[in-house]
């Protein structure tokens, strides 16, 4: 269920494990005919990131290339090997792990004096144990997720009680500061290809077709549109004596084919990056017929979509692999855009977090966030609706004053009589906006007849509510006639006038729908003459 982060966040500040155990209350329990197996959960739809990576895996093994996974943590001596000269260039780009130093915690008169306020009266055995327990963890033997559990357990105590007393008692580990290791995470695939091939050869010969689709890391200056520092990036290999950069090239239309692209160009790279033959480092260049006209800077349908080149001697000797090697990577980020047709690689990566993409809902989904505010708790209560409504569309051109009984019958043992009035004169039993239907219409929310002037509008089947404002009214003045018999009244009247917001004929808007108009400056104009009274007599 529901619950208000507020509230739990100020009791968890008061009292950690009281608020800990009680953080089952929030958590609902099945109705009988809705638990497993008669719970069903609906199909739900690929991330594009994810979508792209699973084509290129299937594209890949058409090939007939074998997957790899490689290693993702690398050591700085080994980009050193592979990158040579450019090595520091290189890590000046990479992710440094760190992680944190194992404190030595001693165990005062006074830190006894609180475990044993906070555990609850433990004896002087218990404080022993966690001495030993500390004292294991310094050293290695315990690792830091399985501390707490071990504390709990050797003095049989809640876990969460021994993550307060960590808290408050042992500030050694609030203040601990990381410590920088010599270990990467991987800016380029390359730095894990070396490392698998070098190991391959001692077990198997040459020729190789490997391919891996997996994370890298860049330390970029920014993130922007066009660049994340983390990506996923879809590289292969071939080892093979007599590779040449001709493989290179049948690979990119090999691979780039099965997803559209139509022609081809291959480049120099000018960068001639030292870890690749000189005059062998190639940037592909590939036409796809999605681009043309895009909004973006391949609006000729040219885009650059991968590199390939072949591995140096001198790099691949500090691994003592005597074949060549041609590699070829592409962004998948970069791929997948054009397949999605995205124009920021923030909002294509991460579409849920609000400040890289435009929030967007369909007109169907606005209409499913409208809802009538009250609506009877009764059988009799909705043949009252119906009833209602029925007279108003028999007689709502009837001039006032006048008056048409609606339904009678009995609520909960009592009589009750139902009759739809107007009492003024000159005037008719419902006002021309009874009939109005809440619609959503190019993000707006409208309350609209059914007439030429509102054709396009009502079109759309999906984005109409069904909602008018005599079922929103009818249904809130059977909820007072039916609050009137719970409370033993004998007469019971509803009267709407001219309606200027939703509220006045019953109509309420999710907050979802609500924060997704004002944030987008859409408008809500439910509004109108409706002028009709539901009249109830009670025995």
């Not at 310094?138 to 559990?149: A, S, T």
Request: glycine fraction near 6%.
């Amino acid at each position: 269920m529901k619950f208000n982060p507020d509230d739990i966040k100020k009791a968890a500040s008061e009292d950690f494990d009281a608020a800990w155990n009680k953080g089952t209350e929030y958590i609902s329990e099945s109705k009988l005919n809705d638990q497993y197996p008669h719970m069903t959960i609906k199909f739900g739809k690929p991330h594009p990131v994810y979508d792209t990576i699973s084509k290129l895996r299937d594209a890949y093994l058409r090939m007939g290339f074998e997957e790899m996974m490689n290693p993702l943590i690398v050591d700085e001596r080994e980009v050193h090997k592979q990158f040579s000269h450019e090595a520091l260039a290189v890590l000046d780009r990479c992710f440094y792990l760190a992680g944190l130093p194992r404190p030595n915690v001693g165990i005062s008169d006074e830190r006894i004096a609180e475990i044993k306020e906070i555990l609850g009266g433990v004896d002087d055995e218990a404080i022993e144990t966690i001495r030993k327990v500390l004292h294991a963890y310094k050293k290695g033997d315990v690792e830091g997720d399985d501390l707490v559990p071990e504390i709990a357990a050797s003095i049989n105590v809640s876990d969460s009680l021994v993550v307060e007393m960590i808290d408050q008692v042992f500030p050694e580990f609030k203040e601990l500061i990381p410590q920088a290791t010599k270990k990467t995470l991987r800016s380029h695939m390359t730095s894990g290809w070396f490392i698998s091939l070098s190991s391959i050869i001692e077990r198997a010969n040459p020729p190789f077709n490997f391919f891996s689709i997996d994370r890298c890391f860049r330390r970029e200056q920014d993130e922007d549109a066009a660049r994340l520092m983390t990506y996923y990036s879809a590289s292969c290999v071939i080892m093979d004596e007599n590779v040449t950069i001709d493989h290179g090239k049948a690979v990119a239309q090999g691979l780039l084919s099965q997803f559209g692209f139509e022609k081809f160009m291959f480049r120099p790279d000018d960068k001639r990056s030292k870890y690749y033959v000189p005059d062998t480092q190639i940037e592909v260049f590939a036409y796809h017929p999605n681009l043309v006209g895009s909004k973006t800077k391949y609006s000729d349908g040219w885009i650059e979509i991968a590199t390939f080149g072949i591995y140096s001697p001198i790099a691949l000797s500090q691994y003592n692999i005597p074949y060549p090697v041609m590699n070829l990577g592409l962004g998948v980020e970069r791929l997948a855009m054009i397949l999605h047709d995205a124009t920021d690689i923030r909002s294509l990566t991460y579409p849920q977090i609000t400040q890289y993409s435009e929030w967007k809902m369909t007109d169907n989904e606005l209409a499913k966030n409208v809802k009538v505010a009250n609506v009877p708790e009764t059988a009799e209560g909705m043949d009252i609706v119906k009833a209602i409504v029925d007279i108003c569309k028999e007689h709502g051109s009837t001039p006032s004053p006048c008056e048409f009984p609606a339904w009678e019958g009995e609520i909960d043992g009592k009589k009750v009589k139902v009759s739809v009035i107007e009492p003024e004169e000159e005037t008719k039993l419902c006002g021309p906006a009874v009939f109005n239907e809440v619609v959503a219409y190019e993000n707006d929310i409208l309350g609209v007849p059914d007439n030429k002037k509102w054709k396009k509008v009502l079109e759309n089947h999906s984005a109409r509510t069904g909602i008018t404002f005599l079922d929103a009214f009818a249904c809130q003045a059977v909820k007072d006639i039916e609050s009137a018999v719970a409370n033993g009244e004998s007469e019971v009247e509803t009267r709407v006038r001219i309606v200027k917001v939703p509220s006045e004929i019953n109509i309420r808007l999710e907050p979802l729908a609500q924060r997704f108009i004002t944030s987008n400056k859409k408008k809500i104009d439910i509004r109108g003459p409706v002028f009709t009274t539901v009249r109830a007599t009670i025995e």
